[in-house]
Structure formats: structure tokens, C-alpha cells
Antibody, heavy 122, light 110 residues
Framework: EVQLVQSGAEVKKPGESLKISCKGS????????IGWVRQMPGKGLEWMGI????????RYSPSFQGQVTISADKSISTAYLQWSSLKASDTAMYYC???????????????WGQGTMVTVSS | QSVLTQPPSVSAAPGQKVTISCSGS????????VSWYQQLPGTAPKLLIY???KRPSGIPDRFSGSKSGTSATLGITGLQTGDEADYYC???????????FGTGTKVTVL
């Protein structure tokens, strides 16, 4: 079964760092782009960025460039989203999702992780 | 704010049909494939339509997609209570060089 399994919910304080993960299985992890999507409480979906685990080619939305870092470790089929200094406004659900077609940056997201809730509060 | 505009909500009685519009521009919908996602309450989004009008395996043919110019439309026929969810369009924006989602539409079954 093709699936993406994300790490569990996190509660952090402002200024702390955080790295959440997304582990792929059931397919060739290095051949499909993995994207990250933010959903703030009660709000819509926001495209944050995307990585190609095969060569770590990464693209960011200008809205998130410099605010987060996307990475991948192909040896363990895992993608990451990290923050160096969290803010209360980072409180949201974060989803990882796989591109539908191998190597196709522009294709739809066909497989989604279950989401990781990040809560930032003092 | 999103570059893709959807109506905030649509509603219809069970068995009826609803359509959801997604309005964009030449840099996104006009020159790229559109996809549609269903997000049931408390769950992750699910792909309903890709490449403007194709359905992944397992998606019933009650769901359909179309595109014309810089707009796309999702249609749902034979509306069921289980269709109550938020629906989002998505595509690539060639000018912004990023993926974009629509503002989202809540479907209510009366």
C-alpha cells in the first residue's frame, strides 16, 4: 500500500525549533515529489513548498521561503519540514503529499499524510 | 490570499446536483492542469479530480471536472450526506512558480 505517515502532534513554545517528518512507503520514494501544505485552524490549504527526494531539488512558496526548511533523507524514505524559531502564527495542521506522476513537479497530489498538528503557545 | 477564487459555500438537497467554480488566470488555470480535493471534517484532503477531468480509481463518476479558459468547475451529482465537506481546486502558477489552492468551498446537503 502506498502511504505517507507523518510524525505526531507537537506542542512548542515561541522561539523553539521543530522538525516534523513524513515517511513514505509502498513506492519508489526517490521518484516522486513530496509537497508540504499548511492549514491554519478553520482556514484553507496553503502550498508551502516541495522537494524531489531523488536529488533534493527543493522549491518554496515565496510566502514560506526563509521561514521553513524542507529536506529529505532518501536512505530512510523520509521528508522533513523544520523551523528554527517558531511563532504563535505557525500553529496549524501540516500535511505532506505526494505528486501523482513520477518526476512531475506540476502533477496533482494523490497521496496525503494524515497531518501533523503543531501548536505554538507560551 | 489565494489566486484561485471559489464560492464560500454551496448547498442542495440529497440527490440534487451542485457545481463549484474555481476562477484563476492565464498564469495558473489557463495554462496548467487543475485538480480537485475533498476534505471531510477532521481528515486529510483526498484527490477527486486530476488533469482537469480525470478521476483516480475508486472515485465515483458522480464527481466530474471541467475547464474552460481561466476557470474550472467541479460537479457533484446525486448529492449524498457523505459529500458534506470542503472542496478545493489546485494547480500550478507559472508566474509565481508555486502550487496554488483555491479558497475552498463548503458543500452542505440540506
Amino acid at each position: 500500500e502506498v502511504q505517507l505517515v507523518q510524525s505526531g502532534a507537537e506542542v512548542k513554545k515561541p522561539g523553539e525549533s521543530l522538525k516534523i517528518s513524513c515517511k513514505g512507503s509502498g513506492y519508489s520514494f526517490t521518484s516522486y515529489w513530496i509537497g508540504w501544505v499548511r492549514q491554519m485552524p478553520g482556514k484553507g490549504l496553503e502550498w508551502m513548498g516541495i522537494i524531489y527526494p531523488g536529488d533534493s531539488d527543493t522549491r518554496y512558496s515565496p510566502s514560506f521561503q526563509g521561514q521553513v526548511t524542507i529536506s529529505a533523507d532518501k536512505s530512510i524514505s523520509t521528508a522533513y519540514l523544520q523551523w528554527s524559531s517558531l511563532k504563535a502564527s505557525d500553529t496549524a495542521m501540516y500535511y505532506c503529499a505526494r505528486s501523482q506522476r513520477a518526476s512531475d513537479l506540476f502533477s496533482a497530489f494523490d497521496i496525503w499524510g494524515q497531518g501533523t498538528m503543531v501548536t505554538v503557545s507560551s | 490570499q489565494s489566486v484561485l477564487t471559489q464560492p464560500p459555500s454551496v448547498s442542495a438537497a440529497p440527490g440534487q446536483k451542485v457545481t463549484i467554480s474555481c476562477s484563476g488566470s492565464s498564469s495558473n488555470i489557463g495554462n496548467n492542469y487543475v485538480s480537485w480535493y475533498q476534505q471531510l471534517p477532521g481528515t486529510a484532503p483526498k484527490l477527486l479530480i486530476y488533469d482537469n477531468n480525470k478521476r483516480p480509481s475508486g472515485i465515483p463518476d458522480r464527481f466530474s471536472g471541467s475547464k474552460s479558459g481561466t476557470s474550472a468547475t467541479l460537479g457533484i451529482t446525486g448529492l449524498q450526506t457523505g459529500d458534506e465537506a470542503d472542496y478545493y481546486c489546485g494547480t500550478w502558477d507559472s508566474s509565481l512558480s508555486e502550487g496554488v489552492f483555491g479558497t475552498g468551498t463548503k458543500v452542505t446537503v440540506l
